[in-house]
């Protein structure tokens, strides 16, 4: 065996958080294969920055021993700085400067010469296609570019082993694509090393090899086959006419025997605790009420499938836990409004010549997920603003609850619930404070207000957590207080601008199930989300492209367009890429 490109021999690491230890790392060893993609997959606080950092010496461990390129990594940090790449998950991109300004600063950095910049810079613009963008300020860049110039600023020397930390967080499907794209050229034509950590476990499945950590500690290294091949047997899919998906998803999730249960296109899927399906018999059909109550579910499709590295990794780390949906209980007068509860007409928005949102119009009902899809830097955040009262908008007509959003968007805003991309939470507040705080901003009187509290601490599980200042939370436990926040004052709308961007698959499922049972419960959710799969919990969608709409419909639809003999079940990330893609061989200018 030739020598691995990294290798950890036991290595420990703990930080001290107040009086109290935190260990990051317990006595890990691991090992990354040379010119070879190895995957670095956990759970949020699984260890995996911290894993990073000290391979390339900007932590010491407490115990063991570290080799990056056969380089004894605490006797020689520098050297092995010199030779790795490291692409953290906030890359330090200067955003006043331009791209080709980042360029030089980190060929400046990097002690590369002038006389081998220029073929540099033509082979990594060229490779990133940022070519036409190098005036560009990198504030300006559209959240896939930024990361592609990240790596592409990474690059500009090149070295022998490449670490990357999530690169593809908050990424669309096509720059995720455009940036595997990159790495496995890299490996191919350079034998480059590769460790890279991700959030997204189909990516996993394009490793080599797997590193599986959680709470610091290895439970595995092998190929994505070594970790699903177990699962034989375990996996099946479920569907029916006469059950919405989402119900009999949340019926099946419910029963024991099953560890998982989520939304697969049109289907559920399903994973086992062991090699057959449990008793799903009393599983009851959609709204169907007989005089001995609901009918049993009989027209149920079963078929088994092939297990995934995704369904190792909830099998591995799932715990049970119970129903967090049923902390959403149905609100008072019940009935669904008939009419639409937003209503977009022709709205705009300018900023000088520039159209962030261009003539889209749109309708939600009461209790709809609703989805609002496109690439980085679609207008979808700006459009979210502009519904939630933040921004006026340019032109058209926007309606919220009834309320005209250009005549009394503050009483509109007394009906909303918002989370935004970046957890609008107060760092250097503990959680019972920020929820203190946003009850006040809320306006709830204090009876009210300590209900609500008390609520939320207990339906999102941070009791734990009272004290604990929000910066210092795990990324799942963010999201958690973010989202409790926006609901204290029990809002009828509920606006999520990528809620689940760098969270964990098993926090991504927590999420979903309470965005289920809001729903059920009659609260109107509007989410955007650069994750395809979670597209197909909406109801209806909206798929976007520089500020315009391209299509809308349900996930069905929307993945009807592309069916073909050569792709009998496109998913909806198949869709995405097609109809972002037929955009731009139809815009003028653009040969076919």
């Given at each position: 065996m030739s020598t691995p490109a990294l290798?950890?021999?036991?290595?420990?690491?703990s930080f001290n958080s107040g009086k109290t230890s935190v260990t990051a790392l317990d006595g890990v060893t691991i090992s990354a294969l040379p010119g070879k993609v190895t995957g670095l997959i956990g759970p949020d606080g699984a260890g995996k920055t911290t894993l990073m950092r000290l391979a390339v010496g900007l932590l010491l461990p407490d115990n063991g021993n570290i080799q990056a390129l056969g380089i004894d990594v605490l006797e020689a940090p520098l050297q092995v700085q010199s030779s790795v790449g490291y692409m953290p998950q906030r890359f330090g991109l200067y955003e006043d400067l331009s791209v080709q300004e980042n360029l030089d600063l980190y060929a400046d950095l990097q002690g590369v010469g002038h006389e081998q910049r220029q073929a540099r810079y033509e082979?990594?613009?060229?490779?990133?296609?940022?070519?036409?963008?190098?005036?560009?300020?990198?504030?300006?860049?559209?959240?896939?570019?930024?990361?592609?110039?990240?790596?592409?600023?990474?690059?500009?020397?090149?070295?022998?082993?490449?670490?990357?930390?999530?690169?593809?967080?908050?990424?669309?499907?096509?720059?995720?694509?455009?940036?595997?794209?990159?790495?496995?050229?890299?490996?191919?034509?350079?034998q480059l090393s590769v460790l890279v950590s991700t959030a997204y476990l189909n990516e996993a499945e394009r490793c080599d090899e797997v590193v599986l950590l959680n709470e610091g500690r290895r439970l595995g290294q092998g190929s994505p086959k070594s970790y699903s091949e177990p699962m034989r047997g375990r996996t099946f899919h479920l569907s029916s006419t006469r059950l919405d998906k989402r119900r009999l998803q949340t019926q099946l999730s419910a029963i024991p025997g099953i560890i998982d249960a989520v939304i697969d296109g049109e289907k559920v899927r399903v994973v086992t605790r062991k090699a057959q399906l449990p008793d799903i018999s009393d599983l009851v059909?959609?709204?169907?009420?007989?005089?001995?109550?609901?009918?049993?579910?009989d027209d149920l499709q079963i078929e088994p499938v092939e297990p995934s590295f995704e369904d190792a990794f909830i099998a591995t780390l799932k715990v049970d836990t119970p129903s967090v949906a049923d902390w959403f209980a149905p609100r008072d007068g019940a009935a669904l409004e008939a009419g639409p509860i937003i209503e977009v007409v022709n709205a705009q928005r300018r900023f000088g010549d520039f159209y962030a949102v261009r003539d889209i119009s749109f309708k939600v009902k009461q209790g709809e997920i609703f989805g609002l899809l496109g690439a980085n830097g679609a207008g979808k955040s700006?459009?979210?603003?502009?519904?939630?009262?933040?921004?006026?908008?340019?032109?058209?007509?926007?309606?919220?609850?009834?309320?005209?959003?250009?005549r009394a968007?503050?009483?509109?805003?007394?009906?909303?619930?918002?989370?935004?991309?970046?957890?609008?939470?107060?760092?250097?507040?503990?959680?019972?404070?920020?929820?203190?705080?946003?009850?006040?901003?809320?306006?709830?009187?204090?009876?009210?207000?300590?209900?609500?509290?008390?609520?939320?601490?207990?339906?999102?599980?941070?009791?734990?957590?009272?004290a604990t200042n929000s910066g210092d939370l795990p990324l799942g436990y963010?999201?958690?207080?973010?989202?409790?926040?926006?609901?204290?004052?029990?809002?009828?709308?509920?606006?999520?601008d990528e809620p689940t961007s760098g969270v964990d698959p098993l926090a991504r499922r927590e999420f979903w199930q309470r965005i289920n049972g809001l729903a059920a419960s009659g609260v109107t959710i509007l989410v955007t989300t650069h994750f395809m799969d979670e597209a197909n919990y909406c109801d209806r969608l909206v798929i976007m492209a520089e500020g315009e709409v391209l299509a809308e419909g349900t996930p069905t639809q929307m993945k009807a367009g592309f069916r073909s003999a050569a792709l009998p079940s496109p998913t909806m990330e198949d869709a995405f890429i097609g109809l972002?893609?037929?955009?731009?061989?139809?815009?003028?200018g653009v040969a076919a």
């Open positions: 290798f950890f021999d036991g290595v420990s690491k082979e990594l613009l060229q490779m990133t296609a940022l070519g036409p963008f190098t005036d560009r300020l990198a504030g300006r860049l559209s959240g896939g570019m930024k990361q592609k110039l990240g790596l592409a600023c990474t690059l500009i020397k090149i070295p022998r082993l490449l670490l990357l930390d999530e690169p593809t967080v908050g990424v669309d499907p096509i720059s995720r694509r455009e940036l595997w794209a990159i790495i496995d050229r890299l490996v191919k034509q350079e059909a959609d709204g169907d009420t007989a005089i001995n109550g609901p009918s049993k579910l700006t459009m979210f603003r502009m519904l939630c009262g933040l921004l006026p908008a340019s032109a058209g007509q926007l309606t919220v609850a009834g309320h005209d959003l250009r968007a503050a009483d509109a805003r007394s009906r909303l619930g918002y989370m935004a991309q970046r957890f609008s939470l107060y760092v250097d507040l503990s959680v019972a404070q920020n929820l203190n705080f946003f009850a006040s901003a809320y306006g709830l009187g204090r009876k009210q207000r300590k209900q609500r509290i008390e609520w939320a601490m207990a339906a999102f599980e941070l009791t734990a957590y009272a963010k999201q958690r207080l973010a989202m409790a926040a926006a609901l204290l004052h029990e809002p009828d709308i509920l606006f999520l972002i893609e037929n955009r731009q061989k139809n815009k003028p």
